[in-house]
């Protein structure tokens, strides 16, 4: 069973910051491209940031320069640093993996994406 589970969200003042975790557990072959993305009251999901398992990372234009996205490979976890934090980045923040696991029938290896159960940011005065 895997699942990715995120920690970090609250509430903070314009300016603030926050770092957001996602760390994934289960019968875990490998973790490949890591990504953030968040959705706002009335909005569509949108991508925040991403990273691969290399750490080549591509963030939306919204947020660069104010967040960074960073991972932890031997812990399976990515970490989102959000600086200078606005009213609008308020959202309901998602952490999403392809993880890669191998049948324990067959042996066979195959890949999907999942998705955590997101954390709350909100930034208001």
């Known amino acids: 069973q895997v699942q990715l589970e995120e920690s970090g969200g609250g509430s903070v003042q314009p300016g603030g910051s926050l770092r957001l975790s996602c760390a994934a557990s289960g019968s875990i072959s490998s973790v490949n491209d890591m990504g953030w993305y968040r959705q706002g009251p009335g909005k569509e999901r949108e991508l925040v940031a991403a990273i691969t398992i290399d750490g080549a990372a591509n963030y939306a234009d919204s947020v660069k320069g104010r967040f960074a996205i960073s991972r932890d490979n031997a812990e399976k976890t990515s970490y989102l640093q959000m600086n200078a934090l606005k009213p609008e980045d308020t959202a309901v923040y998602y952490c999403?993996?392809?993880?890669?696991?191998?049948?324990?029938?067959?042996?066979?290896?195959?890949?999907?994406?999942?998705w955590g159960q997101g954390t709350q940011v909100t930034v208001s005065s």
């Open positions: 999403k993996a392809f993880i890669v696991v191998r049948d324990a029938t067959f042996g066979d290896f195959y890949g999907k994406d999942y």
